[in-house]
């Protein structure tokens, strides 16, 4: 039961990061681009940010099942998970922001920064699923 709770959790959190991450993209891409004044660049941010965070939240997966199974539980599953999430999101938001910078005219660093504030902001949104992830029960046996 916990492996599929992991899994569905590093999910919820890796979808919510891609959107925050690919709106945060869209924002600073139409600031620093104003010829264009489009915000074209949100469904393919979502695209980018997805693949390119793939090998991020296979970490962060597979330090969270470590973490479960090894009965971590409250403020600090949380805070594990929080440094994990932001250590992976920052790497993988600087292959990306270097691969991209031609494109997106933005320093890879920027796209760091995003990518790691999007995984925080996501965690953040998830903080109370982790936080009682392997609490011992309150319910009486046998009553």
């Not at 569905?8 to 925050?20: C, K, N």
């Not at 469904?43 to 090894?70: D, E, H, K, N, T």
């Not at 920027?110 to 996501?122: E, G, K, P, R, Y």
Request: aromatic share 18%.
């Amino acid at each position: 039961m916990k492996f599929f709770q992991t899994i569905a959790y590093s999910l919820t959190v890796w979808f919510l990061a891609a959107l925050i991450n690919a709106f945060l993209i869209a924002v600073v891409f139409s600031i620093l681009h104003t010829d264009t004044g489009r915000f074209f660049i949100f469904l393919p941010g979502i695209v980018a940010s997805l693949f390119f965070s793939a090998p991020g939240i296979f970490c962060f997966w597979i330090v969270f099942l470590i973490a479960v199974y090894r009965n971590q539980n409250g403020q600090s599953l949380f805070r594990l998970l929080l440094g994990t999430g932001s250590v992976c999101a920052f790497f993988c938001g600087l292959v990306a922001g270097y691969l991209f910078r031609d494109f997106l005219k933005i320093h890879c660093m920027i796209i760091a920064f995003m990518a790691m504030a999007a995984s925080m902001l996501s965690l953040f949104a998830h903080r109370e699923t982790f936080i009682f992830i392997n609490k011992p029960s309150t319910r009486l046996n046998n009553v």
